[in-house]
């Protein structure tokens, strides 16, 4: 029963593109350099699961792969924006009717403000943090987010917060915007998963970090949601692991 318990845990974190190395053999950065699949590894698995830097590298530990968890913090903040980039020429247009909203977090133990939106498909659009909740930056983010994927909503739906109908007339004025009770319902259940990733990593330090974090985050869930042509040609459970192999060219 215990084998079995362990085997579905392991299962859970998706171990299997391990490569095989000698029995016994540890390896480290320490002047032996570890493959690329072993770094892509764990970066995906930081960025998808529910772990710490430090189960990152307790994962490694019990497989004889020796990586510290401040490298395996250093390899998610200088490539995953990579992999970002890599990714985005093959990113799915996105949808023509938009789920705007705001969120809170603490960086560094100060409250931030975070704007995310998704479209009809459940793709997320873009994400913004911010360390005030004001009409600035409800405008910073629709300009970006307009200029980033070069759509024009013709639907807005937001809560009823006082700065989105100048904005909105201001940057979309041919669109209609919606902001009946429960209308922006998936939007924050989508803030939701975000919140529930992030509580592993007990607090983001600084305002790069916890924007690298978040843009990163935004490109799995995005990617496990089928909406890149990447990973299209296995099921779904493994789109992730195939999409990010075909990305680890750029490491």
Do not use: C
């Given at each position: 029963?215990?084998?079995?318990?362990?085997?579905?845990?392991?299962?859970?974190?998706?171990?299997?593109?391990?490569?095989?190395?000698?029995?016994?053999?540890?390896?480290?950065?320490?002047?032996?350099?570890?493959?690329?699949?072993?770094?892509?590894?764990?970066?995906?698995?930081?960025?998808?699961?529910?772990?710490?830097?430090?189960?990152?590298?307790?994962?490694?530990?019990?497989?004889?792969?020796?990586?510290?968890?401040?490298?395996?913090y250093r390899w998610v903040q200088r490539f995953a924006p990579e992999f970002a980039e890599a990714a985005a020429a093959r990113r799915h247009v996105v949808g023509d009717r938009w789920n705007v909203d705001e969120t809170y977090l603490k960086v560094g133990?100060?409250?931030?403000?975070?704007?995310?939106?998704?479209?009809?498909?459940?793709?997320?659009?873009?994400?913004?943090?911010?360390?005030?909740?004001?009409?600035?930056?409800?405008?910073?983010?629709?300009?970006?987010?307009?200029?980033?994927?070069?759509?024009?909503?013709?639907?807005?739906?937001?809560?009823?917060?006082?700065?989105?109908?100048?904005?909105?007339?201001?940057?979309?004025?041919?669109?209609?915007?919606?902001?009946?009770?429960?209308?922006?319902?998936?939007?924050?259940?989508?803030?939701?998963?975000?919140?529930?990733?992030?509580?592993?990593?007990?607090?983001?330090?600084?305002?790069?970090?916890?924007?690298?974090?978040?843009?990163?985050?935004?490109?799995?869930?995005?990617?496990?949601?089928?909406?890149?042509?990447?990973?299209?040609?296995?099921?779904?459970?493994?789109?992730?692991?195939?999409?990010?192999?075909?990305?680890?060219?750029?490491?």
């Open positions: 029963m215990a084998v079995e318990a362990r085997h579905q845990q392991d299962s859970a974190h998706d171990i299997s593109p391990i490569p095989s190395y000698p029995t016994g053999a540890a390896l480290s950065l320490r002047g032996i350099p570890l493959p690329p699949e072993v770094i892509t590894l764990a970066i995906r698995w930081y960025l998808r699961f529910g772990l710490s830097y430090r189960d990152v590298e307790e994962l490694f530990a019990e497989r004889g792969i020796e990586v510290d968890h401040v490298t395996v133990g100060t409250w931030r403000y975070l704007f995310r939106a998704i479209d009809q498909f459940g793709q997320v659009i873009d994400v913004l943090l911010s360390p005030r909740r004001n009409g600035e930056a409800a405008r910073r983010f629709f300009a970006r987010a307009i200029d980033r994927t070069r759509i024009s909503p013709v639907e807005v739906t937001t809560d009823r917060y006082r700065v989105y109908p100048r904005v909105i007339d201001e940057l979309l004025p041919a669109a209609f915007h919606d902001t009946e009770i429960h209308a922006n319902n998936p939007i924050e259940t989508d803030h939701g998963r975000l919140k529930a990733r992030l509580r592993p990593m007990r607090g983001l330090k600084r305002d790069r970090t916890a924007r690298l974090i978040l843009a990163a985050h935004a490109l799995v869930q995005n990617l496990r949601r089928g909406f890149y042509d990447l990973g299209t040609e296995v099921p779904a459970g493994r789109r992730l692991a195939d999409a990010f192999a075909e990305l680890a060219v750029v490491i």
